[in-house]
Each structure stands twice: as C-alpha cells, then as structure tokens.
C-alpha cells in the first residue's frame, strides 16, 4: 500500500512540475477525441481536412504545454503592447485582408495561410482588461469602467466592419465579463442593458445589413423562406429530431451525408452529432463541456491574486458562451451567427485560441499550487 501512495504522489508531482492540470487535460483530450470522429463522418470521410485538423489538435496541444510553463503575470506586462499589436492586425486586415463569402477577416501570412486575428483577441482583450483592473481599486470606478469600455468597443469595432457581426459581439462579451467579475454595480449593468435595448432599432435601421436583419426574421419564422434562409435551421432541427435518443448510428446519418445540412462541419456540427448520436451522445457532450467548464471555474474560484480571478474566470465563461450560442444557434432558439462549436468543429485557428486559453488557466491553476509550501 506504502509503494502505492508513493506512486500515486510521484505521479502526481510529474504533472505538477509541467504545470499540466490532470482533470482538464483529460476532459480536453476525450472532447477533442469525441470531435474528430463526429468531423469524419460531418466530412464525409475526407482525410485532406481531417488531417488538418489533427495537424492542428497536435500544435495547439503543445502550444498549451508551453504556455502552461508561463507566469501568467509575464503575459500581464505584456499585455499593452500584445493590445496595440492584435488591434493594428484588426486594422491590416481592412487594408489588405483576403475575402471569402463576402466577409474578409483573414490575413495571408507565409507558413500561417488565412490566419484570422480576431481570434488572437479573444485571448488579448481578456487579459489585457484584467491587467488594467488589477492596477486599480475594485469594485471598479466609474472612470475606469469607461475607459476598460473604450478597450472593449474599439477591436469590437474593427471585427464587426469585417464584416462578423457575431465573433465582435462575443469578444466584447469576454471584455464585459471581467468588468462583472470586477465587482461593477448592479444599477450600471442595468442602465447599459437598457442602454442596449433602447439603441437597438437604430442599430436595426442603420447598421444591420440586409442578410442579417433576415437571419433574426428566420429565427422568428423560418418556415416563411424554407427553400431560402430557413433551410438551414429546419434541416438543422430536422437532423437532431430523427435522432432521437440513440441515434442512427455512427456514418449513418442522411442529412449531412446526403448534403441536406449545409456547414455540417463547422457551424451545424451538433446536428450531425445529435443524428448519428441521438440524445445519449448529446448528453455525453453537455458532460464533458460541464466538467471543463466547472474545473475552469474552479481554478478562478482558487486564483490567489485579482488579475488571475478576473482573466480565468472571464476565459472560462466566454467558453461556456460559445458552446450556449452555437447549440442555441443550430436547435433555433438563437440566430444563426456563423460561431462554431468549440473542440468539435472544423478549423484550426479556433483549437488553437482556445488550447492556448486552457494552458493559461493550467499555468494560473499550477503555478499557485508551486507557490504553497
């Protein structure tokens, strides 16, 4: 029993001296496991782009062992001028962006073809708010709530010209989030909603393009264009209702293997699952992201520093966000926004975003583990 205990704890000590948090590595590899099969079959089979993303899974995996070794306070000095340097890409790629579907939100950089930077912001703008916090009085003042806001809108901004109305809204969020993990007053969330609410028909008339106004009409009515804007949703709520509880089983689903389901490898993935998989295997995927988003909570509840609380609770929330708006976004309770399914959906850019965001809560979680004597 003695040599097991001390198996056990040289073990333990193995992932502690990597800065590695055992529970949500583990979660993380069965999630991104559980992905790949659900992309092979929403592919097709196709090799080409499943290699991709293995190709992806396997760089972003050590970008988060090497970012685990980091102090997250280092990435906290750093933060204004990785700010300034995300922000000018936001801005190159007005200038000289390539264009894809009528948006252009990618830059073509050599060994790095359609890198996306706001991508970069979701991690940047996080930290870089709670970097400006924690330097200051909190519950936050109200000076410095306006000028963190000011952070917040100016690469929202920029992403939501591109145009990608969605991906800006969501990085905001992940700025406003650690300004309510600051401890701002209720009465100030509620005038800004209201601020919100009562601005938004000036947003619909002079902003909103035309297909976006069309996609909240569809989520009101997508029976009204089912051959047009609708087809998406109801061959979406069409797939995970014929799922039913067990599934048609792997490879077997219709309406992705025969194209019914258009983006069923990036965006409209949970239909795919939830046919092949039916109930069971949304269950299973509903627990695998509550265990990676309660251990992400646990390692901001136990941060022994307000710059730690605010950056890992802000990242491990605005997760929990994008999984609520894409399951939300293909089941038609939300509008259809063009965010995918984080871990599961095809695309390397966002893996890589989000391993790097859980090596920065393994290295905030482990590092002040190393500090306790």
Do not use: C
């Not at 393009?209 to 009515?221: A, E, G, W």
């Amino acid at each position: 029993m003695s040599f097991g205990l001390r198996d056990l704890s040289r073990r333990k000590s193995i992932w502690e001296s990597l800065h590695i948090d055992f529970p949500l590595l583990i979660a993380l590899l069965i999630l991104l496991g559980f992905g790949l099969m659900v992309l092979y079959s929403a592919t097709d089979g196709n090799l080409i782009q499943l290699r991709r993303q293995v190709a992806f899974i396997i760089l972003s995996f050590f970008a988060m062992l090497v970012v685990a070794q980091v102090d997250v306070h280092n990435l906290r000095r750093w933060a204004p001028e990785m700010y300034v340097g995300t922000l000018s890409l936001l801005v190159a790629v007005i200038f000289f962006g390539s264009t894809s579907g009528g948006a252009q939100r990618w830059l073509d950089i050599p060994f790095l073809p359609r890198f996306q930077p706001s991508e970069i912001m979701k991690i940047v703008l996080p930290l870089s708010i709670a970097g400006y916090f924690s330097k200051r009085a909190i519950p936050p003042r109200f000076k410095h709530i306006f000028w963190s806001m000011v952070l917040v809108l100016l690469p929202a901004a920029l992403i939501a010209i591109q145009p990608d109305l969605g991906t800006a809204l969501l990085i905001a969020v992940s700025g406003i989030f650690v300004l309510l993990l600051a401890g701002i007053r209720w009465r100030l969330v509620f005038s800004f909603v209201g601020v919100a609410i009562l601005s938004s028909p000036a947003l619909w008339v002079f902003y909103m393009s035309d297909y976006q106004k069309q996609r909240v009409k569809t989520l009101i009515n997508p029976q009204s264009d089912p051959l047009g804007s609708g087809w998406n949703i109801i061959q979406s709520q069409t797939a995970i209702g014929s799922g039913g509880v067990n599934g048609k089983g792997w490879l077997n689903g219709v309406q992705s293997r025969l194209d019914f389901l258009p983006e069923g490898q990036t965006d409209f993935i949970v239909a795919v699952l939830a046919e092949e998989f039916g109930l069971i295997g949304m269950l299973f995927l509903l627990i695998l992201y509550l265990v990676i988003i309660g251990r992400g909570l646990y390692i901001a509840a136990m941060a022994q520093d307000t710059f730690s609380r605010l950056f890992s609770g802000s990242i491990i929330l605005t997760f929990f966000v994008y999984v609520f708006v894409n399951i939300g976004m293909v089941s038609g309770i939300l509008p259809v926004v063009g965010v995918p399914l984080p871990m599961v959906s095809l695309g390397g850019t966002a893996i890589l975003t989000l391993m790097v965001s859980f090596g920065i809560l393994m290295s905030i979680h482990t590092h002040h583990k190393s500090l306790i004597p």
